[in-house]
C-alpha cells in the first residue's frame, strides 16, 4: 500500500530528526555545565554503556550480579596493557573489551548450567571470586589498594589543535563518540536476527530449542557481547579517573546498575538509559545542590520503592502513559468514560 | 465536556503553572543564596572532600561536624587574623562516598567553583582521584592517612594522624603494663586500611616480644557474619586480640562476638569509635582494659601543657550538645585540629594561598600537632617529609569511659625499631614505592 510506504518515510525522516536533535542537544550540553556537572556528565555517559550492554544480557532473560566486576575485568586490563606493557591506550581500550568478553566467555561454561535466581547467585559468585583475586595478587593487580596512575588517553596536539582529555569536556566527547558508536552497535543487534532469538530465549525457551536454537549458545553470546561493551566502559572509566580498585566493581555499585535498569525500565533500548540518566541527575546534581547530601541514600532508595510501586513498568512506560492521556483528553470525556451520566 | 471535567482539568493546568513556578522561585532562592555567600569577601571556604555517606562516613562525618563547631568557635572571635584583616570560615563539605571519580568531582567543585584555599580528605582510596588535580591546580590538601604521601605529590599533607604508626604506641604500652600476656592473634579487613596497619602492629608486637599465635587473618570489607573470623582467632588460645583497624562496622560485630564466645583477654584496636554501644552490646566489664588510641576529648589529660588543640574539654561538650557524645568518633577533633594548623600556618604568611600556607607549615621543621609540638617527617617511609609526627595519646576503656593513660613518642620507638616497621610494610607491600 503507499499510504504504508509513506507513513514508513515519515516515521524514518522524524526518528532522524529526533536522532539529530539528541546529537545536537549532547553537543551543546557540556557548555551549558559547570565544570563539577561536566565531570558527572562523563561518568553519566560511561554508565549509559554500563547499563545499556547490561540490558542486552537481559535480553535472554538472565540478570547477572556480576556485570560491575566484568566492567573492571575491562578496566584492570586495559589499565595494565597500558601502564605495564606501554599498549597505546585506544588499543588498551578495545583489548580490555575483548579480555572482558574473554573472561564472560570462559565464565559461561559454569554459569549457564543455571538458570534464574541460580544463574543470579553464580553469577555473583563468579564475580567475586575475580574480585578476590584482584585483592589478593598484588602483583600486577595493586592488591586492595588497587592500580594508580593509569595511563591517561593521549592529548593530541597537532599545532592548531591541542587537546587535552584530562579535561572533562574534551573527554566527554571522546567518550560521547566510544559510547554512541557501541549504542550503535547494541541496537543493530538487537534489532537484528541475533536479538530475536534473545527475546525468543527469555520468553518460551523451551519452544526455542524445539525448533533448532542452541539457548547456552546464544545466551553465551548475549552475556559475551555486554561484557565487551562492559569492558569497553570500564577502560574508558579508568583511562579517565587513573585509578581502579576492587571495592569500586563491588556490589554496591551493582545494585547502582541494578537500579537504573530497574527504574528505567528494560522492555525498550531507551528505558535503562532513562533511568541512569534520571538518578544521576537527582542524584549527583539536585540533590547535592539542594544540600541534602547525607540524605541522598535514603532519597535514593524512596525513589526505588515508588517507581516500583507507581511506575512498574519503569520511566520508559511513562511517555507512552501520557500519550495515552493525552489522546483520551483529546478524544473528549466520551472515551474517557467521564461524563456519562 | 462536563463542567466538572473541565473544572478538573483548569485545575491540572494550575498546579503544573503552579509547581513550575514554586521551582523557579526555589531555584532562584537558591541561586540568591549562593550568591550572598559568594558576595561576603571577607570569607574564606575550605573544602571537606570525605565520604559523608555509605560504609566508610563514620570516618568523614562526625570529622564535618567538629569542623562546624571549630568555625562557630573561630567566626564567634572575629575570625582568623590573616595580613591585617579577620576573615570568617566557612566550609563547603562535598560527599565523595569514598569513591576516586566522586572524589576528583568534588576536588574540581570544590576549587574551580567554591573557590576554596585548603581541602581536607579523608584520603585512602579517593585520593588517586584527585592526585591530578591537586598537581595541576596546586591546591594543598590534607589527607588523615600518610599512606597517600609520595614524593610526587608535593601539595599533600597528613598533619594530624599519621595511620597507623601511632599504633605502636599502644603494643608498646600494653607490653610495659601487662608484661604477663606474650601471644596475640589479629584481624583485618583487606583493603588500603587494613594492611598497613596489619604490618605497624607486626612490627610493633615484634619489638615488644610478643608473639602471634598465627598469621593476620584479613577478611573481605563485604563481611557481615564475624563469629567464623572470631572464631578462628580465638582457636589458638591468644592473651591478645588485636582488631587492627578495622572499620565501626566491624569493631563492633567483632566485640560482639568475642563477648558472645566467651573471650575474656586482653584487646587491643586502633579505634572504638561509638564505643559506648559497644559496652551496651557486651558489658562494662568486658570492655575493661579495651586499648585503643583515640581519646574522648573531656579527657582532663587534654588540658596538660604541650597540647595545642584549643579547649578540648569544651569542644568535646559542644559536640556532645550538637550531636550527641555517642556521636564521637576518632575523626570529631581531627578535621578542627588540622584548621588549628592552618589558621596558624595562614596567620603567619599572611596569605591564605595554598603555596605561602604550605611554606608557613612547615617553616622550621615543626609544628603544633593537636597533642604537641612535633616534627615534619616521612622520608623513610612516605618518601616526602610531609607527615606531622609527634606524640600520640595511648587511651584505656576504664569504668565504661575512654581514659588517657599516657602520651608516647611515636619517633622515639621509630628510632629503636624502624628495621622492624620497614621490614613488614615492605613484606606486604606498603612502601610508598611499592604501592600501585
Sequence with gaps: MPGTGTGKLVRRIAWQLRLVFLFAVLAVLPYLLSYSQQEIAVLLVINVLLVSSYRLLTLTGEWSLGHVVIMGVGAYASALLAKRLGVSVPVSLLLGGGIAAATAAVLSFPLFRMKGFYFLIGSFAAGEIIRLIWKRFTEPFGGPKGLKRIDAFPDIDIGFLSIDFFEPVNYYFLALVVVSASLFVLYRIERSRIGLTFHAIHWQDRLAESVGIDTFRYRTLAFVIASFFAGIAGGLYAHYVGAVNPTRFGVDQMVYVLVWAIVGGTATFHGPILGVVVLTVINEIVLRALGLDTARPLIYGAILILSVLYLPNGLESLAPRVRERVRRWRSGPAATGEGAG | MSRKSLDRKISRRKFLGTSAASGAALAAMSTGLSRVSFADSHTIKIGFLAPLTGPVAAWGKPGLDGCLIWADWVNSKGGVDIGGQSYNIEFIGYDNEYDAAKARTGATKLIKEDGVKFVMMLGGDTWPGVQEIAAREGMLFSTLLPSDLTPDSTTLLAPCEVHPIYNVTGVEWLAENKPDLKTAAMCAQDDALGKPSVATYLAAFEAAGIEMVDAPLFFDPATTDFAPVMTRLLAANPDILCLDTCYADYVHPLCEQAFQQGYQGQIISCTADFYQNIIEKTSEEFMEGFIFQFPDFDDPALNSEGVNFVNPNEFYAEYAKRYGASAWSAVSWEYASIMDLWADAASSAGSAEPAAVLEA????????????????????????????????????????KATIKEFRSIPAWWDQHKDLMIKHMTDLGQMWNQRG
Design chain 2, 361 to 400: 607549615m612547615k617553616a622550621d621543621g615543626t609544628g603544633k600537632h593537636a597533642f604537641g609540638t612535633a616534627d615534619w617527617w616521612g622520608t623513610e617511609l612516605f618518601g616526602i617529609d610531609n607527615a606531622l609526627v609527634g606524640n600520640w595519646p595511648v587511651v584505656v576503656i576504664e569504668g565504661g
